[in-house]
């Protein structure tokens, strides 16, 4: 079964330290990753996506994420948090079945920056 | 260029009752698919519709269903409202074939009660 997993659903970081938000995928074939961001009593937001090419994948805001074939994995980065960052972070993967969009989420993490 | 649009933003209903949502989404894009967003569940795909077809359905009740028209704005409909339906009910567009990017409206928020 093709899935995502965000193993964690809380991660703390001071203002001005760098932040990971971490993302592992099971999929068949090659994979179409994507992260959003979501504020709250708000929609999803798109950062970023892996399709193919670099590994490394810049997004809005600053953030930035590495796709890891070997460990299928998908993390989600930026050197210096701002207190803004604070949001909920889901991680996807684009099943394409035909000319299908369905997107499979992880179950979320939420992203705490402290002044 | 406008986003996806979603209305209404907030709605309450008792058990029973049926709802309809609407969705209108960025200029040009045919395609449309529905997310239910709630605690337990996290964010599960409903159904997605391109040119007025439904293309993939997720595992839901068939009260749940909906509809795209001609203009690409897709409605949709939950008859026999159950409190587990309580949700924020996310729709989203993309170009369609070959597009692989999705762009979420703001929601609605449904209470049953």
């Known amino acids: 079964a093709q899935s995502v997993a965000q193993p964690e659903d809380q991660v703390n970081v001071a203002e001005g330290n760098p932040l990971t938000v971490k993302c592992t995928y099971s999929v068949s074939g090659n994979p179409y990753l994507f992260w959003y961001v979501q504020y709250p009593n708000r929609g999803l937001q798109f950062l970023l996506k892996?399709?193919?090419?670099?590994?490394l994948v810049k997004g809005s805001y600053g953030f930035e994420a590495e796709f890891n074939k070997s460990q299928t994995s998908f993390h989600l980065k930026k050197p210096s948090a701002l207190v803004s960052d604070s949001a909920l972070y889901f991680c996807a993967v684009l099943i394409t079945g035909g000319a299908t969009n369905k997107l499979i989420f992880g179950t979320g993490t939420l992203l705490a920056v402290q002044p | 260029k406008a986003g996806v649009t979603q209305t209404p933003r907030y709605l309450i209903k008792t058990r029973g009752q049926q709802v309809t949502l609407s969705c209108s989404p960025i200029?040009?894009?045919?395609?449309v698919s529905w997310y239910q967003q709630t605690p337990g569940q996290g964010l599960q795909f409903l159904f997605e519709y391109f040119s007025e077809t439904q293309r993939n359905k997720g595992n839901f009740p068939g009260r749940f269903s909906g509809r795209q028209f001609s203009n690409s704005r897709s409605e949709m409909n939950v008859s026999t409202l159950e409190l587990g339906d309580s949700a924020l009910y996310l729709c989203a567009s993309s170009g369609g074939s070959g597009e692989r990017l999705l762009f979420f409206g703001s929601g609605t928020q449904l209470s049953v009660l």
């Open positions: 200029s040009g894009h045919r395609s």
């Open positions: 892996y399709i193919t090419g670099d590994n």
